[in-house]
């Protein structure tokens, strides 16, 4: 697994600059899932179902993932910090623009441009903090990226939820308009400049996963667990109120919770990749498993979903860490371009499970939701083991 480091860089700015990434990771993440916890308001002040208003995440995680390989190879001469400052430009614009549209349709157009930027991040933030340490500080800088994810679960998106109850909801994205300059400003000043590393035109980003078997694999097995992860946690507050007749202050604690655990599993295995990455994932994706089944045998009282749900964090935390490094190991030579068509399964399978787990809601009962996580991540441990063999 080769690393291409820039060298030389103190230990303060390269871990400075590891920092500025995983914020920027905060801020993209925060403002694609903020209007989750803004739905009600937003609808209303918008005069538009709360369904539709829904569509600001759906379109923004969509293009996402669709547009990312085709964005990574157009911009494969342009240096990363340039073009992640380009990205954070426009989230920050977008935000903006949220902030003071008066149209919804002019909201999801906005959001669409703000999907692709995300989507492009995704694909080369985590590479850009492995490559400015050390190579055997790599997938502890990884760890510490990816824990923006269950920094922005854990504060950043009830820190949103809590300034539009002081507020509104125009006010909570101009003030991420705002977090979204500073994270610029910080990426400028501390990122060096890292220029395009592995990137690869269009039809050899696609030919990729043809040629390269290993990546084959690891992409069959992340939209597996992304499948069996994302359709259970969807409907995880209906599971909650029905089986466990939890109230909403119970979940909001218990997800808060879950996101800490989160946090937790990234930075353990950021230590136990680099002694055995395929034992990591094995260990998280059976932890996933294991805490379903808890979730569907214990989950009738709140000491059971806390156990549950923290085993659910942990190993997902773990799981996420690893397939990351795993797109590494199979394509070291084309990480940025296999990490865009990661990033587009990624993306396309978290709709695509939200949808399938609706399905069987609607018609089989959200316990039946639970099960399909079970399946299929379960199917992914199971390719694993035989892939090992």
Known sequence: MVIQEVRPLSPVRAWS??????????VFLTTELMPVGLLTPLSTSLGVTVGVAGLMVTLQGVSAGLGVPFIVAWTRWVDRRVLLSALLAVLALGNLVTSVSPSYP???????????????????????????VPERHASRAAAVVMSGISIATVAGIPLGTVVESLTDWRTTFLIWAGLSVLVFLA??????????????PVREVFALPVRNLPLRRVLCT???????HFGAYTFVRPYLEENASAPPVFITVVLMVFGAAGA???????????RSLRGSFLVGCAGLVVSMLLLLTIG???????????????????????QVNMTLAAAPETFEAAMSLNTMAYNTFIALGALFGGLFADHLGVTSVVWFGVALTAASLLLTLRRQR
Request: charged share 0%.
């Open 17 to 26: 600059g590891v920092a500025a990434i995983t914020a920027s990771l905060f």
């Open 300 to 322: 009738s009282g709140p000491a059971g979903v806390v156990v549950a749900m923290v085993l659910w964090g942990l190993s997902f935390g773990a799981v996420q860490l690893c």
């Open 222 to 228: 992340v939209v597996l667990f992304v499948l069996g």
């Open 106 to 132: 002019l909201i999801l157009a906005t959001r669409l441009v703000m999907g692709f930027a995300s989507g492009v991040f995704w694909a080369i933030g985590v590479s850009m903090a492995m490559r400015i």
């Open 187 to 200: 990426v400028a000043i501390v990122v060096p400049s890292l220029p395009s590393a592995n990137a690869v």
């Open 264 to 274: 937790v599993g990234n930075f353990v295995a950021g230590y136990t990749v680099n």
